[in-house]
């Protein structure tokens, strides 16, 4: 264990360092995956007003309704699997961030508490 409160500050401005990294690649992580969560929301919309149409249709229209609806189901089939496939991913930069921020302030309080220890 370090017992010096200078070489524990010096750990916690690395570690504060790694963890301003881990922040910022969490951060844009995490709007990557707000835009697949809003694509698939978007699309969850669009194949649901495709079934609330009411109106007659005539079979040309009926058929052009369907065509989108299967587009707009292949669509969301496809985000959804992105979002899938994504979220492992966000998940462990999630709490690799966590764990660089708890790092740091785990030596802040060591520092201080040796500082601490040292004007008694």
Do not use: C, W
Request: proline share 2%; glycine share 4%.
């Amino acid at each position: 264990m370090v017992k010096d409160a200078g070489k524990l500050a010096a750990l916690e401005r690395i570690a504060r360092l790694k963890a301003e990294r881990e922040l910022r690649k969490f951060a844009a992580f995490n709007q990557h995956m707000m835009a697949a969560r809003q694509r698939v929301e978007q699309l969850q919309g669009v194949l649901e007003q495709s079934y609330r149409h009411h109106a007659p249709l005539s079979l040309p229209e009926a058929r052009m309704a369907n065509a989108q609806a299967g587009r707009a189901a292949r669509e969301l089939r496809v985000a959804d699997r992105e979002l899938e496939r994504l979220t492992p991913r966000f998940e462990k930069a999630r709490r690799e961030a966590a764990r660089e921020f708890g790092r740091a302030e785990v030596l802040r309080e060591l520092a201080q508490a040796k500082l601490r220890g040292r004007q008694e």
